[in-house]
């Protein structure tokens, strides 16, 4: 698997320098393996991971618990209790959906270092805010108002750390964004290959424009996709072909290889479709604009590949 880079500054001291955390995330990953493990039922994972929404769930559902709590604090300062003790308790609500697809996000980017600690840290902190928050709730409800109020402050501190460490796993790291965002397949015709290069029904990767794509002969037909898993880039034409589909080799998401539609996460985005043209002994393709690919049921893609024989 390649190499991906390390973040900076704080966020590279807490992948080089606070190795324990490996510890800490090998208890999450046991602990989330029924539910999110390679080997647990993929609906529920694919809900979580934001397969249905096109882009990561937790970036969305992490707006919650942070919102609701910051305008408890908000609340608190104008003297509004119970509009404040609400959100307090609504915050923790959302903490719950923010745990757990995070946990999605993060359980299939544990292969490096980074993302493994950073992430783990990141889980810590929201735990000690999911606790504080907690605490704060049952102090109001006690009638504890001062004390319930100090530890929800304590709580929002602590969650801005952890949103920043958030950021940097998001945007120092690229988890959770499309690994392929960058690539732009070309619109025009472009020649790539010999068609007797293509052995059937093995993955070939040519470059287009300097854009990675899959091309696979399958008997009559010839398909071209996108190269890049959009989950962490890992090499789909190294990935296990069945029927219509391609698993990706480093954390099994899987694509449709007549239109490039993802199927099951933990990618978020489909990957790119070509239309493919045979003429003369030689492979040319270009970009699909009439069918750029979306979510489909397993099966359900349609064929926009060309056949072999040059038609
Ligand atoms: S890189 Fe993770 S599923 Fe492809």
Redesign the pocket.
């Given at each position: 698997m390649a190499k991906r880079p390390t973040t900076v500054g704080i966020g590279q001291k807490i992948t080089t320098e606070m190795p324990w955390l490996d510890g800490v995330a090998k208890v999450m990953e046991e602990a989330f393996a029924p539910l999110l493990g390679q080997d647990a039922p993929r609906e529920p994972r694919d809900f979580l991971y934001g397969v249905w929404l096109g882009h990561s769930l937790h970036a969305a559902v992490v707006t919650a618990p942070i919102g609701a709590w910051s305008a408890a604090a908000l609340f608190d300062l104008l003297g509004e209790e119970d509009a404040a003790d609400l959100l307090v308790g609504a915050g923790l609500l959302g903490a719950a959906g923010a745990t757990i697809t995070g946990a999605a996000q993060w359980q299939?980017?544990t292969n490096d270092d980074a993302p493994r600690r950073v992430g783990a840290l990141h889980a810590l902190l929201n735990y000690s805010v999911t606790g504080l928050m907690a605490g704060s709730w049952l102090m109001r409800r006690q009638g504890r108002r001062q004390a319930g109020i100090a530890l929800s402050a304590l709580g929002m501190g602590v969650t801005l750390a952890s949103a920043w460490l958030g950021g940097e796993l998001a945007y120092g790291l690229g988890i959770g964004v499309d690994?392929a965002a960058f690539e732009t397949p070309p619109t025009k015709w472009t020649d790539v290959a010999a068609l007797d290069e293509l052995a059937d029904g093995k993955p070939k990767r040519v470059e287009a424009d300097g854009v990675p794509v899959l091309l696979l002969r399958q008997g009559d037909a010839i398909r071209a996709i996108g190269a890049t898993?959009?989950?962490?880039?890992?090499p789909?034409d190294e990935?296990k072909i069945a029927g219509e589909a391609v698993t990706?080799?480093?954390?099994?998401?899987v694509f449709c290889l007549t239109n490039g539609a993802l199927i099951h996460?933990?990618?978020t985005a489909p990957v790119a479709a070509y239309q493919v043209r045979v003429a003369d002994g030689r492979v040319a393709i270009r970009a699909n604009a009439e069918e750029p690919g979306g979510t489909i049921p397993v099966g359900g893609g349609q064929g926009t590949g060309a056949s072999a024989s040059g038609s």
């Open positions: 299939d980017a690994h898993c959009t989950h962490l880039g890992g789909l990935g990706c080799p480093w954390h099994g998401s996460g933990p990618a």
